[in-house]
Each structure stands twice: as structure tokens, then as C-alpha cells.
């Protein structure tokens, strides 16, 4: 007999399941992050290499890529993705999602 094992469903944002305040705008963040550290993947750049394209030590390059993002506007991270040969563009709508009674903000990736 298998034991019924008791799950949350998740919305599809984790801070949003966590009950963070701002949670659309930290996983805009977490996936501008996520492009980041691809980025620097793909060129094949240490953290020290990143941070000098980047224009941060390697510290805080190590903190970012490890989920430390809080101290980071959007535009910083779009300017780290900018530097690292990259381009960002951002698309204003009007449109709502159904059932949404506040903006959408979220970061769509090629």
C-alpha cells in the first residue's frame, strides 16, 4: 500500500509561494541572475575574469551567482548582461493577464 505524500502546488514563483513581498520583481531578478552566470559560462570566464567585464570584484561576483541579488537593481543586472556582450530589451504591454489585478513584470529570454 503507497502512502499518499502531502505537496503544495507551485504558482511558478518561489517567492511568490514563500509569501515574499515583491515576489514578481526578485524572480525578474533571479532570472536576469540566471542569464548572467550563463553568460560567463559560455565565454568561459572565471569569476575574477566576470567581475573585471562586469566591473565588480570577484566577491560579489561569487555572492550573485550564488542567489545574493537583494542589493541589485534591474538595471545594474541588465547593464552586467550589456557588458558581458549581451542585449536587453524591454517590452511594455497594456494588456493584463486574466484574473491579474497588478502589472506584470517578468523577463522573457530568447
Given at each position: ?50 567581475g573585471k567585464v562586469m ?56
Amino acid at each position: 500500500m503507497s502512502k499518499k505524500i502531502e505537496h503544495t502546488v507551485s504558482s511558478g514563483n518561489v517567492f511568490e509561494d514563500l509569501g515574499l513581498p515583491d515576489a514578481k520583481l526578485h524572480l525578474a531578478k533571479a532570472d536576469l541572475v540566471s542569464r548572467i552566470s550563463r553568460a560567463i559560462w559560455a565565454m568561459g570566464l572565471t569569476q575574477a575574469q566576470a567581475g573585471k567585464v562586469m566591473g565588480i570584484s570577484q566577491p560579489k561576483v561569487s555572492d550573485l551567482l550564488r542567489g545574493d541579488f537583494e542589493g541589485y537593481s534591474m538595471e545594474r543586472l541588465m547593464k552586467f548582461l550589456n557588458a558581458l556582450g549581451h542585449d536587453v530589451r524591454i517590452s511594455v504591454s497594456e494588456e493584463r493577464r486574466t484574473g491579474e489585478d497588478k502589472p506584470d513584470l517578468e523577463v522573457v529570454t530568447a
